[in-house]
């Protein structure tokens, strides 16, 4: 018969269920975690080294090491599990697969993001899986296909070959607007980058229909007579209106930004 007290001190017992599924190992809890209830997954959070409950709609709470085992607090002593066979659950489907939910719990669906933990061998226990899960670089090679789509930072890419998102590689936005007669006139465009190209027509005049480029620092007049003219280069926030017609007062104009 083995002694209870987690963790053990020197000169306590030892089961052959403790030998043969890995040690428990004595940690520091940084919330309040009730283990010894019911198994609770958790991570470690890198910053302070405590354990946290894992959380599958959490992006930073996905790093499952193991089972919370013991019952404790903040800043005090908590015992985790990280290999072998976990004990004390209830209603566990024998032979299925068990992630992270979005609640902190376990169950056979998978959360926001999937975290696999084990597979459950019994009404009571799970076996542990876990994955590593780390910020080094990897090679990744031949066809590989997700369940989902991969998430990629919010930030821009800066050299050739590196991954970037939808929104990224091509923005098209389209407006309206009512000439003013004013020269050099700025046009929010919304983009959120400077616009590639920006195409203008007058779409109050039925007959003649005026279409304007602008692309870099030039303004085309490309129907109803070409022409081209300097414009003031565009911003991240604006495109400018040169002349050629293409602010006529009180006419009326749509445009479309692309970059």
């Given at each position: 018969?083995?002694?209870?007290?987690?963790?053990?001190?020197?000169?306590?017992?030892?089961?052959?269920?403790?030998v043969?599924?890995?040690?428990?190992?004595?940690?520091?809890?940084?919330?309040?975690?009730?283990?010894?209830?019911?198994?609770?997954a958790?991570?470690?959070y890198?910053?302070?080294?405590?354990?946290?409950?894992?959380?599958?709609?959490?992006?930073?709470?996905?790093?499952?090491?193991?089972?919370?085992?013991?019952?404790?607090?903040?800043?005090?002593?908590?015992?985790?599990?990280?290999?072998?066979?976990?004990?004390?659950?209830?209603?566990?489907?024998?032979?299925k697969?068990?992630?992270v939910?979005?609640?902190?719990?376990?169950?056979?669906?998978?959360?926001?993001?999937?975290?696999?933990?084990?597979?459950?061998?019994s009404?009571?226990?799970?076996?542990?899986?876990?994955?590593?899960?780390?910020?080094?670089?990897?090679?990744?090679?031949?066809?590989?296909?997700?369940g989902?789509?991969?998430?990629?930072?919010?930030?821009?890419?800066?050299?050739?070959?590196?991954?970037?998102?939808?929104?990224?590689?091509?923005?098209?936005?389209?407006?309206?607007?009512?000439?003013?007669?004013?020269?050099?006139?700025?046009?929010?465009?919304?983009?959120?980058r400077?616009?590639?190209?920006?195409?203008?027509?007058?779409?109050?005049?039925?007959?003649?229909?005026?279409?304007?480029?602008?692309m870099?620092?030039?303004?085309?007049?490309?129907?109803?007579g070409?022409?081209?003219?300097?414009?003031t280069t565009?911003?991240?926030?604006?495109?400018?209106?040169?002349?050629?017609?293409?602010?006529?007062?009180?006419?009326?104009?749509?445009?479309?930004?692309?970059?």
């Open positions: 018969m083995s002694d209870t007290a987690r963790p053990k001190t020197v000169g306590d017992k030892l089961s052959a269920d403790e043969n599924n890995d040690l428990p190992i004595p940690m520091t809890a940084g919330e309040t975690i009730n283990g010894a209830t019911l198994p609770v958790i991570y470690i890198d910053t302070d080294n405590e354990v946290y409950a894992c959380d599958a709609n959490d992006t930073a709470k996905l790093y499952f090491i193991g089972f919370a085992i013991t019952n404790s607090t903040d800043g005090n002593g908590i015992t985790i599990q990280t290999k072998g066979i976990v004990s004390g659950f209830t209603g566990l489907d024998a032979g697969k068990y992630y939910q979005d609640d902190k719990t376990i169950g056979t669906s998978v959360g926001t993001y999937e975290v696999l933990v084990g597979i459950a061998i009404a009571t226990q799970l076996l542990i899986f876990t994955r590593e899960l780390t910020q080094k670089a990897q090679t990744i090679t031949g066809i590989k296909t997700f989902s789509i991969p998430v990629l930072p919010a930030s821009d890419p800066t050299t050739d070959n590196q991954a970037t998102r939808k929104s990224y590689v091509m923005k098209i936005i389209s407006g309206t607007y009512t000439g003013d007669g004013t020269d050099d006139r700025a046009i929010t465009h919304g983009l959120g400077i616009p590639q190209l920006v195409m203008i027509q007058e779409t109050g005049d039925t007959i003649h229909h005026k279409i304007f480029m602008i870099n620092t030039h303004m085309s007049k490309i129907a109803d070409a022409d081209i003219e300097d414009v565009a911003t991240n926030t604006y495109f400018y209106l040169g002349g050629l017609g293409s602010n006529t007062d009180g006419d009326s104009y749509s445009w479309t930004a692309m970059g």
